[in-house]
């Protein structure tokens, strides 16, 4: 409904200033610099005015933050709280949503932080928090390095203060640390311990994107990680009441899209330099691919096109008060992946859905809800692309499916497995522009009658006694 609401009324901004109701006393925008991705946090302490913002209704009044295109076009991510301004840890999440481009701008889009009514009367100053992630915003430079040598990455983009609202002080940090920082531009940014800061800005108008720019910065820093990316996450679940199991299956297509390598890779020097200095030669390679399998996670095997990856490392299972915990896996690929170099892979685990609590009969006529986790993925990986696809027990029906977030797929579908008669039916999903913090459950509820249990059984007996009829 309130996507409907912001969709209705953004004709309306074109035509009017629906960007009033509230003053800043002050902003603070933070980005914390990365390898294939970064976070951006926006705080904001703001004061209600009288005028009331047209995009106010009975339930919500907005407060509008502004993206430039490039955070806008590689967003993942976007979350917000509000509270009061001392209160650190009474804050109240609230939903966020994307409005479209500012009237005569091409390079700055408008977001609403939709404020409960009831809460941003009840009081005349509010702080707003917002935080992103937003993927690709730094490139390595130069663009390709011999085998051994440094990487660095260069960010560019906002580093004056974006937004709709007049504001009396503000101020821009760029987070990455002292020793790491080799340029910045402009010269007049103040470098610190945290990162480099520009500003402070006081007594800002409300941006205008015909009679001013937004200030524009650029960093470049050494980034001794490798910088990694899911091209392509595909997974597979299936559900199985028979055998209470839950079966996930992750392909991933896996590149370095750090500095390329200039020149041919020398297994000699790599074998010299991982006896007399591991921790450069490593660097800026993959070498190993972290991930936190799930509870109780068991029958866990990782495989490539070769074969099993048997380098890898995989952590004993373990339990807290009788409660499994979550499997540590390491899988090592079969060579080291340096900048602009690809490696695919599989890894597929068994879980209980009993003890794990991923199934649950509703109140009904044989009604039931499972949980599937969207994704698994390091906190340090951008995912270009993710798709799931889950296939439920054959026979199932009344499918209802709850988003713990906006897709760009969803789609219904048959999936033919083993001995099944009509297919068993399945939920795709696909998301681009993903991070770990989109690791979130997938609700599914559905119908399994008794007779579906017995679908495969009597058609195996049917086909068997056809089979002795005809031989007969």
């Known amino acids: 409904m309130h996507g409907l609401l912001c969709a209705a009324l953004a004709c309306l901004v074109i035509h009017c200033n629906a960007f009033s109701g509230w003053t800043q006393t002050s902003l603070a925008k933070q980005v914390e610099l990365g390898g294939s991705f970064s976070q951006i946090q926006w705080e904001a302490d703001i004061q209600r005015t009288d005028e009331v913002p047209e995009l ?21 991510y976007i979350r917000a709280t509000v509270g009061l301004p001392n209160a650190k840890n009474d804050k109240k999440q609230v939903l966020v949503e994307r409005g479209g ?44 390095i011999k085998q051994g040598e440094k990487q660095y990455l260069v960010w560019n983009g906002d580093v004056g203060l974006r937004t709709p609202y007049a504001t009396r002080a503000g101020r821009v940090m760029i987070q990455v640390a002292k020793d790491k920082v080799v340029s910045y531009a402009p010269d007049d940014g103040q470098q610190t311990a945290k990162g480099i800061g520009f500003g402070p800005y006081e007594n800002l108008e409300p941006y205008d994107p015909v009679s001013a720019a937004v200030l524009q910065g650029q960093v470049r820093y050494h980034y001794d990680r490798p910088v990694i990316t899911y091209v392509q996450l595909d997974r597979h679940v299936e559900i199985s009441h028979w055998g209470d199991n839950m079966a ?66 995989l952590a004993p299972s373990a339990s807290s008060n009788g409660m499994p915990l979550p499997r540590r896996l390491e899988v090592q690929p079969r060579f080291p992946v340096l900048g602009g170099w690809n490696y695919s892979f599989t890894v597929g685990w068994n879980q209980r859905m009993s003890s794990a609590k991923l199934l649950k009969r509703l109140p009904g006529s ?41 897709m760009d797929l969803e789609q219904y579908t048959k999936y033919p497995t083993y001995l099944d008669t009509v297919g068993r039916p399945a939920v795709i999903l696909k998301r681009a522009k993903c991070t770990s913090r989109l690791n979130s459950f997938v609700y599914v509820d559905y119908t399994l009658s008794p007779m579906a249990y017995a679908r495969k059984i009597l058609a195996v007996a049917a086909a068997a006694a056809l089979i002795f009829f005809v031989i007969a």
């Open 366 to 406: 044989h009604r039931y809800r499972v949980a599937v986790p969207f994704l698994t993925a390091p906190n340090t990986a951008a995912i270009d692309e993710t798709s799931v696809r889950i296939v439920l027990p054959e026979g199932a029906s009344d499918i209802q499916v709850t988003l713990p977030f906006v």
């Open 248 to 313: 996930t299956a992750d392909t991933i297509w896996l590149r370095n899209d750090g500095a390329k390598l200039d020149g041919h890779f020398s297994r000699a020097a790599h074998m010299v330099r991982m006896w007399s200095n591991p921790s450069v030669e490593l660097a800026t390679q993959i070498h190993t691919v972290p991930m936190l399998l799930p509870a109780g996670a068991q029958d866990v095997y990782f495989v490539d096109a070769s074969g099993n990856v048997s380098t890898s490392t």
């Open 56 to 76: 106010a209704s009975e339930e919500y009044r907005p407060y509008v933050i502004y993206l430039s295109q490039a955070e806008n076009d590689r967003l993942s």
């Open 101 to 144: 481009a500012v009237l005569n701008s091409h390079d700055t889009y408008w977001y609403v932080v939709q404020i409960p009514r009831e809460l941003a009367m009840s009081t005349d100053s509010l702080r707003v928090n917002v935080i992103a992630s937003v993927l690709h915003d730094a490139s390595p430079l130069p663009k390709a």
